[in-house]
């Protein structure tokens, strides 16, 4: 019950600082540049940070958590999940396929394996010991 409580009172505090900003853009003269602007939207939406913080440290401490990488490691081949990714749509771009891509890592064979919108083939692979 308490964490729904937070969590209602840090969209809250959210929605009023948006509201604020948005004031405060809307009584911006119109010579004033875009820069100017988006200074008052950042300076706001650092007060709201700082304010969720003080309100809700729990909600804070979970905009501020992502993950940012992601390694597999497989037989002494070391690989980072976004390049394999990266790799899979340049060499679905180089081959002129579009669509929805799925990606399956063979880590016995050393290879990233795709489909574009389901259809697979053996030459739609990347071999991962080279990324």
Do not use: H, W
Not at 10 to 22: D, F, G, L
Not at 60 to 77: G, K, L, M, P, Q
């Amino acid at each position: 019950m308490r964490k729904k409580r937070t969590t209602q009172k840090a969209t809250e505090t959210i929605m009023n600082a948006a509201s604020r900003a948005a004031d405060a853009v809307k009584a911006a003269p119109i010579s004033e540049t875009a820069e100017k602007a988006a200074a008052v939207v950042k300076e706001t939406a650092e007060k709201v940070v700082e304010k969720v913080a003080e309100e809700a440290p729990e909600i804070a401490a979970a905009v501020r958590t992502r993950v940012s990488d992601v390694t597999i490691e497989i037989f002494e081949t070391c690989v980072d999940l976004a390049a394999v990714e990266k790799a899979v749509k340049k060499d679905a771009a180089d081959k002129n396929l579009k669509g929805e891509i799925k990606i399956y890592i063979n880590a016995e064979r050393r290879a990233a394996y795709y489909t574009v919108n389901g259809e697979g083939s053996e030459v739609n692979k990347i071999d991962l010991t080279k990324l």
